[in-house]
């Protein structure tokens, strides 16, 4: 991997753990509040960023594209919602890691049960290690504290979105920009009825969290950009297993900026977890 691509994809695993942080402190909230105006902010901040790319490409999203996005959107949308429930309830150091790990187990498993792809030996290890890290981020199979649970939902998501994102950008060929604006723009466009129900929680929200909903709605886009921008440097099998370490980023920043127990625990388990993603990516 080139210096400038490893130098992305460490800034977008900051990023990535960094807006988590912002969300984790805004749980408190409504969630789907929360959510929307994360959203709202980001489809009015990235809204000259998209413009810009379709006049200089020349390039409008076809009907095709806005059914893929759709389907995208409504699964990212229960990827934030989900995570933010999960948030509410358990430690960003057991939410974050249980549910960046359990995506790409689910979406190998998926591939291996509808795709009928084999698993090389070394795929099937980081399985394995990425259950091992669940399990003792759970604390040992002696509880299943609610993080590990709303962690594993989130895994659904994100195992869902990869494979289907994936498909669209790729094979598909939806530029990955409007792919990211649109989908911002979408869930904007679904939570708004719930969000007109709630106005005085959105009011309430805006004046308590206003600088973590703009930092989350400038890094969510971003952190997602920054990788996209080392798959033209590097190969994916090397960029996916190393933005991955976002998952030790969000375990430390929960263990020493939100005084979440269990530090040592939590990063062994995150570690295993991680040296599941590497040697899933590269099987």
């Known amino acids: 991997m080139s210096p400038v691509a490893l130098v992305l994809v460490l800034v977008a695993a900051v990023c990535h753990a960094s807006w988590n942080l912002l969300s984790k402190q ?4 409504d969630g789907l509040v929360f959510v929307w105006l994360v959203a709202a902010v980001a489809s009015v901040v ?7 790319f379709m006049l200089v490409a020349g390039t409008l999203p076809t009907w095709r594209d806005l059914g893929l996005i759709a389907v995208s959107t409504a699964l990212h949308l229960g990827y934030f919602v989900t995570l933010q429930r ?28 509808f795709l009928h792809e084999r698993p090389s ?9 990425v259950g091992a890290g669940v399990f003792l981020m759970s604390g040992g199979g002696r509880a299943s504290p609610p993080g590990v649970l709303w962690g594993l939902a989130t895994g659904l998501f994100i195992a869902g979105y990869t494979i289907w994102d994936a498909q ?3 094979a598909l060929a939806v530029p990955p920009l409007l792919l990211t604006f ?5 869930r904007m466009l679904a939570l708004t009825p719930a969000a007109l129900t709630r106005r005085a929680a959105v009011a309430a929200a805006w004046r308590e969290h206003r600088a973590r909903v ?5 890094l969510v886009p971003l952190s997602y950009l920054l990788v996209l921008f080392a798959f033209t440097m590097a190969p ?7 933005r991955e370490v976002s998952v030790l980023v969000a375990v430390l920043l929960g263990g020493r900026l939100l005084a979440e127990g269990h530090l040592a625990r939590r990063l062994l388990a995150a570690g295993i977890i991680l040296g599941g993603v590497v040697a899933i990516a590269l099987s």
């Open 26 to 29: 805004a749980a408190k909230v």
């Open 46 to 52: 990235w809204l000259p960023v998209a413009a810009g």
């Open 86 to 113: 999960g948030y509410g309830t358990g430690d960003l150091s057991v939410v974050y890691p249980v549910a960046r790990g359990t995506g790409p187990m689910l979406a190998g498993a998926f591939a291996i049960a």
């Open 121 to 129: 030996p070394a795929g099937v290890a980081g399985i394995v290690l």
């Open 168 to 170: 669209a950008v790729g």
């Open 182 to 186: 649109f989908g911002e723009a979408g």
């Open 214 to 218: 703009v930092g989350s709605a400038v």
């Open 236 to 242: 994916v099998s090397v960029v996916a297993p190393a």
